[in-house]
């Protein structure tokens, strides 16, 4: 038996033969032409012909996929439109007298290499819809097969050096068990659609796959693992993980569109925590009720300089309009600028998980607070946003971010720029000093979420990142338990919601307890957000209150 590691794409477990399929870089001809027109003409009816294939691919994805995950199509047919993709390959046939099938290629390795340089994880994946887009017109130039034509009549485990969104969608579901690629990240739409589509998934493989073209094999989605020609012991033992998975899944399956309520009637806000533009469309897969916490971090780390006020408008934007009438609730910048945000130029600190962060950050530099507010304020036009202030500990840091607030709201106005003035504005109670003064807070703001990471490492006074310490990192101690049912209830004297969030928020040993304290919501990670649900459909509130 083989055994070969890999990425975890997608979730589960397949079991068959592998089929490989050759997608590798095919060569593209260099000449020079004499008839611009002609090599125009070529290119433009190529272009036509591959917007109808998109067209066809998009009604497709519709079907399969859900009509926001189709967007994927519109924005190939987009480019395929734009100004500056068409004149550059233009220019390249007109100005320099080459055939359009180099004047394609030349294009797609300069708009490649500007989206793989940019420094937001989303933008960079986007590179990977240029190639797919330039592949679809190569195919139709040189009249070559793409891999979407291959017809396959029984189920096999797809191998791949590469696969593109259209790839992935022209499968037949029924006819793929699963997916091996050489190369590919989590976050490209072809693993997105893999995850979507349910079908099990591995990238980065250090296998060479066209050497196990017909070779029985077990992959595992969970670990990002391939097993090729397992033992009988291996095969029984994952099948049993394979059916447990199966019937897993129907059981969330069964939990969508279902209203998250406990028994006695209750209806309890489930939402999702996310780090990325994608993560939007994952939570609205895995049935979210909105973005209950949207780190806005993403935008910050592993840059050189401050991501600029339109590009945070753009990616908040991007966000909201995908969770459409939903919440999106954005918490603003918390990192450790020592570790990840060198540009603040704050000088090194002994213990940084104590030091320069959240709103304390925020208030010593009024330029990034604003900025990021009127990201945010602006991006409230497109979608239902609220903003949550981190790392409170005192009302005067409350008293100062809204009056920032209210400068960027009356900014916005002069300037008559858009915004919703509705916009709430709430804290995270992940402080020891803020759950003790969460009854002045709570007066304060319209809204409360706990941050069950930070308010135990710091009520513990233990580091949950040193493993030195992980006997002493009591997740679930008295001491936390009592600080987050004092905020709840003091929450609640003020009229106001209060939800959890952070690790004890999806730890279903307190789900009931939390409901009893009387906590409004959770945000969780997407992916359990089904079980969550079902956790919470089992609660009676009523019955233990009547013994």
Same mark, same amino acid.
């Given at each position: 038996?083989?055994? &070969? ?45 591959? +917007? ?20 994927? &199509? ?173 019937? +897993? ?66 990616? +908040? ?199 009893? +304290? ?30």
């Amino acid at each position: 038996m083989l055994n &070969f590691d890999g990425t975890a794409i997608s979730m589960g477990y397949a079991i068959g033969k592998i089929l490989y399929l050759n997608n590798s870089k095919k060569s593209i001809p260099k000449y020079t032409i004499t008839d611009t027109e002609k090599e125009m003409a070529r290119l433009i009816e190529a272009r036509d012909a591959v +917007y109808d294939q998109l067209t066809i691919l998009n009604e497709r994805a519709k079907e399969s996929i859900g009509g926001k995950n189709a967007l994927i &199509f519109q924005f190939h047919q987009m480019l395929l439109n734009d100004n500056s993709f068409r004149d550059y390959s233009k220019n390249i046939i007109i100005n320099e007298h080459m055939n359009c099938e180099y004047a394609v290629k030349k294009t797609s390795e300069h708009f490649y290499n500007i989206f793989a340089n940019l420094e937001d994880d989303y933008m960079r994946e986007r590179a990977d819809d240029i190639v797919d887009l330039s592949n679809k017109l190569l195919n139709t130039l040189m009249s070559e097969n793409e891999i979407s034509k291959v017809n396959i009549t029984e189920p096999f485990i797809i191998a791949a050096r590469e696969l593109y969104p259209s790839d992935t969608l022209s499968f037949t579901k029924e006819n793929i068990l699963g997916i091996i690629t050489s190369v590919g990240s989590f976050t490209s739409h072809a693993s997105i659609i893999s995850r979507i589509l349910g079908i099990p998934s591995i990238s980065n493989t250090n296998a060479v796959l066209e050497r196990l073209n017909g070779r029985y094999a077990i992959l595992d989605g969970e670990k990002g693992k391939l097993f090729v020609d397992p033992t009988e012991g291996m095969l029984s033992q994952y099948r049993s993980k394979k059916e447990r998975y199966e019937q +897993y899944r129907q059981m969330l399956n069964s939990q969508k569109n279902l209203p998250t309520e406990t028994i006695d009637g209750k209806k309890i806000g489930l939402f999702a925590t996310i780090g990325s533009i994608d993560g939007a469309q994952v939570a609205i897969d895995n049935d979210a009720e909105g973005i209950g916490f949207l780190k806005s971090d993403f935008l910050f780390a592993g840059r050189a300089s401050l991501p600029s006020e339109d590009e945070q408008f753009m990616a +908040y934007r991007a966000i909201s309009k995908t969770m459409g009438t939903k919440v999106t609730n954005i918490c603003m910048l918390d990192m450790l600028p020592e570790q990840e945000c060198s540009y603040f130029n704050i000088s090194k600190e002994s213990n940084p998980a104590m030091g320069m962060r959240g709103i304390r950050l925020l208030l010593e530099n009024p330029s990034v607070l604003k900025k990021q507010l009127r990201a945010i304020y602006r991006a409230s036009a497109f979608g239902k946003v609220s903003i949550c202030i981190p790392m409170v500990s005192s009302a005067n840091e409350v008293r100062s971010f809204k009056k920032t607030a209210k400068e960027v709201r009356d900014e916005l106005k002069r300037e008559g720029i858009n915004y919703d003035p509705s916009t709430q504005i709430g804290i995270i109670v992940e402080t020891p000093a803020a759950a003790v003064i969460s009854d002045i807070l709570a007066e304060m703001v319209d809204f409360i979420n706990i941050g069950t990471n930070d308010l135990t490492q710091y009520t513990l006074a233990v580091d949950r990142n040193n493993e030195d310490l992980i006997n002493f990192y009591i997740t679930a101690h008295k001491a936390v338990l009592r600080l987050i049912k004092m905020t709840i209830q003091n929450a609640h004297k003020a009229e106001i919601p209060v939800g959890i969030c952070g690790d004890l928020a999806a730890d279903k040993r307190l789900t009931e307890k939390f409901l009893r +304290y009387g906590a409004d919501s959770f945000s969780i990670i997407p992916s359990k957000i089904l079980e969550m649900r079902s956790e919470i459909r089992k609660v009676d509130l009523n019955e233990k209150k009547s013994k």
